[in-house]
């Protein structure tokens, strides 16, 4: 198996302070890949550091084998990579229309992949013409995965999905994200290891940022000793 | 009950206007509140004109522009000059066309040439001293000079202009210069690099080709805009206005504010400095008289019929005023009023109804998000630059046959934008509308009382006003407004 993303040994700056001291990790294609570790590790720095909205100063990253650190967010965007923030950061003045069309980067996008985005979310649908400020929690985050749907994306970085939801919506959210598993990869950040360990594939464990250790979610979910060091939970 | 509820504001501000208006226009003719009311929408427009500009910015981008008022002074005067003697544009602009062809080399030279630091500071002063060399001696004073057009007297083409081969090798020179900035700067464009060869190249071609051309046609091109019929070149300096405004706030925003957008105090230092680079740039130029410009004969033919009694009339007869109840108006300020109508709209229209205008809208909120969905956000950032600086240019020219050129324009109409952003609400467009309107209609008002007094209820006698407090009462507003709602009228909480 081939992987989509590989990050090599990346070094992040935010001002003076060294958020990533060499982070490095392989996406393998058409699978769900989690990024897990204690708040302050530099899961959503790594996140970012691929878009480039926090470009590494040093080491590589490279996207269907092509280098892309140091383009331009927008750059790195338009090969085919899906954003979905941990605040959401839905644009809350536009409709929920507006918030999908604005992601479109072909003419038709939203028109060739809204009945696939609209059967993952049929909320959106009923809502389409409401400011998206109005939606609840859940919606909104609902709306930041459609958005990164809306174009072709080959990658999705999908930063916190479960923070603030309700339980029952977080069973919601596991259920569209395994079927979006289905069309596109994805490396998923999250502090909510149940729905991680139960997601992915492959995971990524970061530590005061650095990759510390990585393989398949099935032998960490009974490594009880390096979830309870590493993420505190049991 | 709910309905009361939810509109308090807007119905307790509505209800206390009214009771304004009511003792403002106590005792007034109907024609007199007229009069003052279409003054006071004459001068909203204008405000409007500038002020949308700002707000358009500051909303996008946070960056609140002090040389507003000077891209404003600045497309009335490339647009006068346009409608007056053109020969000035067609001599300098090829010059100035060709040093932008050679900076826009930048991302093929920073691609060759990778200069030590004091190499770069070098590199800057050398392409000064070549532009320097490209402009020394050039006949600015000789161009400005009125050619036929307001005295009727003629200077000679060969007299005023340069020869062709002279003008040829000041080109030269200012491609060289220019080439030699884009070198100095080429540690700044890491990140254009990328952009293609091909891209760059067909664009540096495209400026020498144009600024060429330009230079060859400058005297064809010259008849021709004299020629034209007064109402049509006076449309086509509104263009010419609008367009400088823009090409200036584009070259604004990409060369001297976009390094500066983590940094808001500079950039309030830099724009408030360029408001005195242009100040003393238009009066080397144009001197610091000032200038009449001519109302186009759309709005100004005089005749027996004149004033038109009502609009319609007015169509057919082009008259300098129209009658509202049996007072007359000028027209040329309900053209004024148009024009603000139809940029309010205009604006309207763009941030609704266009990807651009979601794209800016959604900006407002959080840029860096609309980047990583793929959108070169930073363009959009020179786009809008350019379009607030369009309008003002637009708003410079459309205000010239009303109040004339000078180079005190700038600062007085910089004012008079903050305060009605200030009013109406930073970042919206409806509050610069709403705030424009309250500062027109005060300034109207303001001038009225200087000369009529204001009658209240209960006095045998009018009181009368000084200049003074016509200015100040645009402040008082704004003092009111803050005391009540700090944010301004549309304003959203921080």
Known sequence: ?234 | MNIVNRYRNPIFTLLLLLIVAALMFNGMSASTATSIVLSGVTLAALYFLVASGVSLIFGLMDVLNFAHGSLFMFGAYAGWTFYTNPRLIFNSAPLLLLFAAGLLLNPLTARFVALPRWMRWLAGLAALALALVAARGFPIDRLVAMGMTMTGKVIPTELAQEPIETMLLRCGWALLAGIVLSAAVAARSVEHIQESARRTLGMVIGLTILGLAILLARNVAEQFILQTENNWRFLMAIAVGAGTGGILGALMEWSLIRPLYSRPIYQILLTLGLTFVFDQVVRFIWGPAGAFMEIPSWFSTQGKECPSPDLFAWFSQHCDSIAFFGRPFPSYRLFIILAGVVMLVGIGLLLQRTRLGMIIRAGVQDSEMVEALGINVRRIFTLVFAIGAGLAGLGGVVAAPFLGVYPGMAPEFLLQAFIVIVIGGLGSIPGAAVGALLVGLARAYGDHIVLAGIQLPGMSEAISGSPAIARASTVLIMAIVLFIKPTGIFGKKE
């Open chain 1, 1 to 234: 198996m081939s992987n989509i993303l590989e990050v090599d040994s990346i070094h992040t700056f935010i001002g003076q302070f060294h958020i990533l001291e060499g982070v490095s990790l392989s996406v393998p294609e058409g699978s769900i890949t989690a990024l897990l570790g204690r708040n302050g590790a530099g899961k959503t720095t790594t996140l970012k550091s691929i878009i480039g909205l926090r470009p590494p100063r040093e080491g590589h990253v490279r996207f269907e084998g092509a280098e892309i650190r140091g383009r331009r967010p927008y750059d790195i965007a338009a090969l085919g990579i899906g954003y979905v923030p941990e605040n959401r950061a839905i644009f809350r003045a536009l409709t929920v229309e507006e918030n999908l069309k604005i992601a479109e980067r072909k003419k038709n996008d939203l028109a060739q992949r809204g009945e696939m985005i609209f059967g993952l979310f049929p909320d959106l649908k009923r809502f389409i013409k409401l400011p998206a400020g109005q939606l609840s929690g859940g919606q909104q985050q609902m709306l930041a995965i459609a958005r990164a749907l809306v174009p072709e994306n080959r990658l999705l970085l999908i930063d916190e999905p479960s923070e603030g939801l309700a339980p029952i919506l977080i069973e919601q959210l596991m259920e569209s994200i395994r079927t979006l598993s289905a069309h596109t990869t994805i490396l998923l950040v999250e502090q909510n290891f149940r729905m991680a360990s139960q997601l992915a594939a492959y995971y990524y464990l970061l530590d005061d940022g650095k990759s510390i250790q990585h393989g398949a979610m099935k032998e960490l979910v009974n490594d009880r000793a390096t979830i309870q060091r590493y993420l505190g939970a049991a």
